[in-house]
């Protein structure tokens, strides 16, 4: 069982930065694959970024975003910079079994954290 716990969203101006931190409970953090999702109202979750041993990112925020994991610390990060209105979104932390690669559909992901609301003004 793990439990995951977002923090570090908040209101934005475009082209500014957030960094996202999920904070993980119980054990063997450092085997699953670590992935970032986001939801916007009246829109299906997409994925935004993921790692384990590799990175895979979102064609739309590529070269802006930058996922990273601290095994030590049980916890994954997402640097987001140059932020856009279209940004905006409920942002979700989650954990799932490694496969041949990182997944991007959120059925892949066991466990999800609450969410945490990033909105960007334009």
């Known amino acids: 069982q793990v439990q995951l716990v977002e923090s570090g969203g908040g209101l934005v101006q475009a082209g500014g930065s957030l960094r996202l931190s999920c904070a993980a409970s119980?054990?063997?953090?450092?085997?699953?694959?670590m992935g970032w999702f986001r939801q916007a109202p009246g829109k299906e979750r997409e994925f935004v970024a993921g790692?384990?041993?590799?990175?895979l990112y979102a064609e739309d925020v590529k070269g802006r975003f930058t996922i990273s994991r601290d095994n030590a610390k049980n916890t994954v990060y997402l640097q987001m910079n140059d932020l856009k209105p279209e940004d905006t979104a409920v942002y979700y932390c989650a954990a799932g079994a490694p496969l041949s690669s990182i997944q991007t559909t959120p059925g892949r992901y066991d466990y999800w954290g609450q969410g945490t609301q990033v909105t960007v003004s334009s």
């Open positions: 790692t384990r041993n590799s990175i």
């Open positions: 119980g054990r063997l953090f450092s085997w699953y694959v």
